[in-house]
């Protein structure tokens, strides 16, 4: 795009915002200047120390997020990495990491945490990484093609407690009224900060987009309030800057639900950030809030607000209720479960406990509990296929570094574009972490649990799924 391309009331709206600030921030949409890459370390399987060791492309840490980074080359093919299919990492805009990463204070390990608005599901699984295994994710997305890509991107991560909803917010509001420590709406906007990304954002543009995305995002703010306990978080943020949908809408909100406060950032966000503007007849500071501006914060275009609930000391977080129980398995369920948790574990291991939903069999930790309708519970488990149970790709993905038996591979070697394009592939040895012998195990590249594998004497036989292999070898 070039800057002829922008909308000329937003440029005019923008000017007014911005002032001197103006011909800089006009610059940053020049069509040479290349749009800001990032990625983000997941620490469910991967450390940073780890990933800088065993990439060869430009890393800069971001001063926000610890396990950010910019990506310095225009073009680096990380998505074709190993290490990328492995979960090892998430390709995430740095601007979009700066919602969770501004709330960071308020979200501890062993949280319960929704996310309202989830796909493509950077926000969410990095609310993840806050909260540790001990935690519970509740990750919601209204359109099912996009809920779809959400559940990919949490199975790749290997995220073991989480649950994928596929709703809209006023029946999240009725399943999980007062369930969660932190609520994050990323609510669905005008996209003004991606149109350096995404043209089709500029041909959409319109005043009256912008009002209706205002009322849409206004409406699922008040629902998502509902889930916070008291003392909680909520995490609103939009990727435009229209202060209808931004500032505008706060002072809104604050307005119609006075036990909530705007919260001051920490010295590292507003170093990065421009603050936010202020909105009439407010009596709370809307300046708290943050925006990040491509000349600014090195990304696109966000909007960020951090707000605290009133606590009542007598509150609690309530319990999520199952509103229906598990399923029971049947005998030869239960023997099949068995006979390969002893293959895969060799004991029945308390990570996770095997439960039934919809017929599907997931790994359940135990704080995981489910309200509603889901996509996915946990983990899945694996297939019923006659008398014995074929595990899931998403199983090996989030416990294969837990597996008895493991094959590491550097992801140099050329096995593992043979097994990514899912090809048979010869095993040594050498090649082996943990106990010899037949039978299922997790393929490892760089110490990054990556996919199944079933050992059949020196070959593997690939489990990796068809839908993700790679074209080609």
Partial sequence: MTIQDLPQAFCVRMKHILGEDYAAFLSSYDHDTAAQRGLRVNPFKYQREALLANVDFPLRPTVFEENGFYLDCKETGCGNYPLHHAGAFYLQE???????????????????????????????????????????????????????????????????NAVVTNTDSAHLRNWYAGCFDAVLVDAPCSGEGMFRKNPQAIAEWSEENIAMCAKRSFEILCDAQECLRPGGVLIYATCTFAPEENEELIARFVKAFPEYTIEAFPKSIQDITARGIAAADCEQDTTRTARCYPHVTGGEGQFVCIMTKQKDCAAARKPILMTRPWETLTGDENRAVQALLDDLFGHSTALFSVKKRGGQLYAVPPQLAVSGECFCCGVKFGECRGSRIVPHHQLFSAYGMYMRRKWNFSAEDPRMIHYLHGDVISVANSDGIGEPGDGFGCVMVDGCALGGAKCVGTVLKNHYPKGLRVQGV
């Fill in 94 to 160: 740095p601007a979009a990491m700066l919602p969770v990463a501004a709330a960071e204070a308020y979200l501890h390990k062993g949280d319960f945490v929704l996310d309202v608005c989830a796909a493509p599901g950077g926000k969410s699984t990095q609310l993840a990484s806050k909260i540790g295994t001990e935690g519970l994710l509740v990750a919601n997305e209204f359109v099912p093609s996009r809920a779809k890509i959400l559940l990919s991107n949490i199975e790749r991560l290997g995220i073991p």
